[in-house]
Nanobody, 118 residues
Framework: QVQLVESGGGLVQPGGSLRLSCVGS????????MSWYRQAPGKERELVAS????????NYADSVKGRFTISRDNAKNTVYLEMNSLKPEDTAVYYC???????????WGQGTQVTVSS
């Protein structure tokens, strides 16, 4: 079955860094655009970063531009989110998303908690 498994979350101090990973299985990973979303308590889920199937194009939310980098390794069926200069407002559950060519071809991971606090 389709699975997206995130890892790499945790507790980090302001100004610190984390690297999230998401491994996909059960679908043709290289054919899917991949994204990271996040959801803070009491807030709606928001798009953080996305990358096309080939990795040629990336997009970022204004709030993370210059601090976060999304990348992928299709040989490893993995998408990454490198997060630097973390702020308390980055605290959220981070979700991995895969989106195929058709609207119904979208999958979600279970999420990984990122907490930025001193």
């Amino acid at each position: 079955q389709v699975q997206l498994v995130e890892s790499g979350g945790g507790l980090v101090q302001p100004g610190g860094s984390l690297r999230l990973s998401c491994v996909g299985s059960g679908f043709t990973f290289r054919n899917y655009a991949m994204s990271w979303y996040r959801q803070a308590p009491g807030k709606e889920r928001e798009l953080v970063a996305s990358i096309t199937s080939t990795g040629g194009t990336t997009n970022y939310a204004d709030s993370v531009k210059g601090r976060f980098t999304i990348s992928r390794d299709n040989a490893k069926n993995t998408v990454y989110l490198e997060m630097n200069s973390l702020k308390p407002e980055d605290t959220a559950v981070y979700y991995c998303n895969a989106k195929g060519a058709l609207a119904y071809l979208t999958y979600w991971g279970q999420g990984t908690q990122v907490t930025v606090s001193s």
